[in-house]
């Protein structure tokens, strides 16, 4: 496995990139959130944007830096769990990129990752650690999630002792839906699925107890994995606002709704509203861009130590 020395870089603020444009490059992908691009030597580079999504529409305004925390995160994630397994990360420094790459290094800088190819797996592998979102509601429907049984009583934002793996289709568009172990070992076979449950649950363990000496709980979180040869390896974003449900561990109290670290602002202000949740989004306040980008850097501030500049 080839792992580049990852250093957490400061992030300039109050940048905004909604989208890149990589001349002579190939564009492989534009997702909600990333470009992704192909180099002349088979490896992918990852480009996080600042575009937001809720309720999967894209909102025209962007989030300050939220592409640069992604990334620092993701990277500083890379390396925290680099002797646990095998994951795609190559390189963030734009130095370091192939020379048709560097010439692009404004839009780069600090939102992007050159990674190994791998060919995914069709499974989000999600881990929760406290009972929320659509954990919840599949608990108060039938007191289980994805065929998991799990005791009486329990309110939202329960802690589940121990964590539960919980996987879901990916769907290419709206929403992942929850499956059952017997649907994953179904699409994937048993023997990966065994190793996706068991790499997910050591990954989600020894990240929770480093966030929560840092002040945040993970209440769950999901990883991709993809196949290089036939090697399972981590890929995509990991542990990262968007990919997980942060929780501040000040004031955290069962029973109710916690504060996050993401996009929760932008979505109590779209319930707020009478809007059908289909394109076009409406217009977001500046209050509303700006307290989300300032969660953001408030979940970076506290997992890695380092403040944005």
């Known amino acids: ?36 691009y192909e180099t002349r030597d088979d490896k992918l580079l990852i480009v996080a944007t600042d575009r ?7 909102m025209r305004e962007g989030i300050p830096d939220k592409g640069r925390i992604l990334t620092q995160l993701s990277c500083f994630w890379f390396h925290f769990i680099g002797d646990s397994i095998r994951h795609h990360f190559l390189t963030s420094q734009v130095s370091e990129y192939p020379r048709e790459l560097q010439r692009f290094g404004e839009q780069l800088e600090g939102r992007s990752m050159l990674v ?16 929320a979102g659509s954990g919840l509601k599949e608990y108060r429907s039938d007191q289980s999630i994805c065929g998991i049984k799990l005791p009486p009583g329990l309110v939202e934002g329960s802690r589940l002792d121990p964590p539960i793996f919980t ?6 568009t709206g929403h992942d839906e929850n499956i059952s172990w017997e649907g994953t070992v179904s699409r994937i076979g048993a023997p990966s699925a065994e190793k996706l449950r068991a790499y997910s649950m ?31 390896i981590l890929i995509d974003e990991v542990l990262t606002p968007d990919s997980s449900r942060f929780w501040p561990l000040e004031g955290y109290s069962p029973g109710k ?3 996050s670290f993401d996009k929760q602002f932008v979505r109590d202000y779209l319930e707020s509203l009478r809007w059908n949740k289909q394109p076009p989004p409406p ?27």
């Open 1 to 36: 496995m080839c792992v580049a020395q990852i250093t957490t870089m400061p992030v300039t603020k109050n940048s905004i990139l909604l989208e890149t444009h990589l001349d002579g490059v190939r564009l492989v992908s534009r997702g909600k959130v990333r470009d992704v």
């Open 202 to 232: 050591e990954l989600y363990a020894k990240a929770r107890d480093y966030a929560e000496g840092r002040g945040i709980l993970i209440a769950d979180t999901k990883f991709e994995f993809g196949l290089r040869g036939d090697t399972i």
């Open 283 to 309: 217009t977001l306040p500046p209050e509303v861009v700006e307290k989300t980008s300032e969660k953001y850097r408030q979940a970076y501030h506290l997992l890695t130590g380092h403040k944005l500049n």
């Open 116 to 131: 190994e190819k791998a060919k995914p797996l069709p499974i989000e592998c999600v881990v929760r650690g406290f009972l």
């Open 167 to 172: 996987p879901a289709t990916k769907a290419q």
């Open 52 to 58: 937001l999504s809720a309720f999967d529409v894209v």
């Open 257 to 259: 709704p916690q504060p």
